[in-house]
C-alpha cells in the first residue's frame, strides 16, 4: 500500500507547494522565524493548508531526526480531484444520475475510509472535502478504505459553502443528514441528481450547512442511542439510495 509521504526543510516545502503537491499537513517549529520562513508561512495562509506549530521533538520524531530545518509536511498519497471538472464530466454521462458526497468536518480518518470503501461500492462519483479541518487521505484512510481511495475521486475545497454553491448552481440537490428535522430518510427523494451531506463525528452537519440544503432526512432510531456511527449512517443513506434508483 502507498503511504503518505513525509518531506523535511522549508525550501523543499515551499517547491512541494509550487509545484502543486496534494499537501495534507504542515508542522511548524514554535518560535521559527526568518526570510524563508515568512515565504512559506505567506503561501501556507495562501493555498489554505493545514498547519500545526510544534514543540522541536515532535518534529524530531516525524522526521526521525533528519535534518528538518523546523519544519516537515505530509503530502497525500492520492491525487485530488478538481470539483467543477468532476460535476461537469458526470453530467456529460446520460447513463447515471450523479450522486456525490459532502463531508462536513468529518475528522475520524478511519470514519472516512470506510465511507470511502462505501461510496467505492455504491458508484458515488466523488467524495468532497474541505481543506482545513477534515480528516487527511493518509496510509490508515487507505487501509480502512481497503484501496478505494485511489478509485473514487475526491475534491477538496476552501470551503463546504463553495461546493454547495457549484452542486447546486448544476441542479444537484443537496441532502443533509441530520436529526434536526422530522424527515425521514425513506420519504426523500433520491432518484434526482443529489449530495448526500454527512456532518462530523461530534456535531453533525453544521447549522450554517443546515440553512443551505434542499432536504433534511434522518433514519429512525429505534434504541435508546440517539446517533449512529457516521460511516454506519452514510452507508444507510448511500443504499437507500441505490434501494430508490433500482
Do not use: W
Not at 470551503?159 to 428535522?181: G, M, N, P, R
Amino acid at each position: 500500500m502507498e503511504q503518505t509521504t513525509t518531506i523535511f526543510g522549508i525550501r523543499a516545502i515551499i517547491e512541494a507547494i509550487e509545484s502543486k503537491s496534494s499537501i495534507e499537513k504542515i508542522y511548524l517549529q514554535k518560535g521559527l522565524r526568518g526570510d524563508l520562513f515568512f515565504e512559506l508561512e505567506k503561501l501556507i495562509k495562501k493555498n489554505k493548508i493545514s498547519v500545526s506549530v510544534v514543540p522541536v521533538e515532535k518534529l524530531n520524531r516525524l522526521s526521525k531526526h533528519n535534518n528538518h530545518q523546523g519544519a516537515v509536511a505530509k503530502i497525500s498519497p492520492v491525487e485530488f480531484h478538481d470539483l467543477e471538472i468532476i460535476i461537469e464530466n458526470t453530467l456529460e454521462n446520460k447513463n447515471k444520475t450523479p450522486l456525490f458526497i459532502v463531508l462536513d468536518q468529518l475528522s475520524d480518518v478511519r470514519n472516512f475510509g470506510a465511507i470511502i470503501r462505501t461510496a467505492e461500492c455504491t458508484g458515488v462519483d466523488a467524495i468532497i472535502i474541505q481543506k482545513s479541518g477534515s480528516a487527511p487521505v493518509n496510509a490508515e484512510t487507505i487501509k480502512t478504505s481497503a484501496g478505494a481511495a485511489f478509485k473514487v475521486p475526491i475534491c477538496k475545497v476552501d470551503h463546504i459553502k463553495d461546493a454547495i454553491f457549484q452542486l447546486q448552481a448544476s441542479e444537484i440537490k443537496l441532502v443533509a443528514a441530520t436529526e434536526k428535522t422530522d424527515d425521514s430518510l425513506f420519504d426523500t427523494n433520491l432518484n434526482q441528481p443529489v449530495a448526500i451531506i454527512m456532518g462530523s463525528e461530534h456535531k453533525g452537519v453544521s447549522n450554517s450547512v443546515l440553512k443551505m440544503v434542499d432536504y433534511k432526512a434522518k433514519l429512525p432510531l429505534l434504541g435508546e442511542i440517539q446517533s449512529l456511527n457516521v460511516s454506519v449512517a452514510c452507508g444507510a443513506f448511500l443504499y437507500e439510495t441505490i434501494r430508490q434508483r433500482n
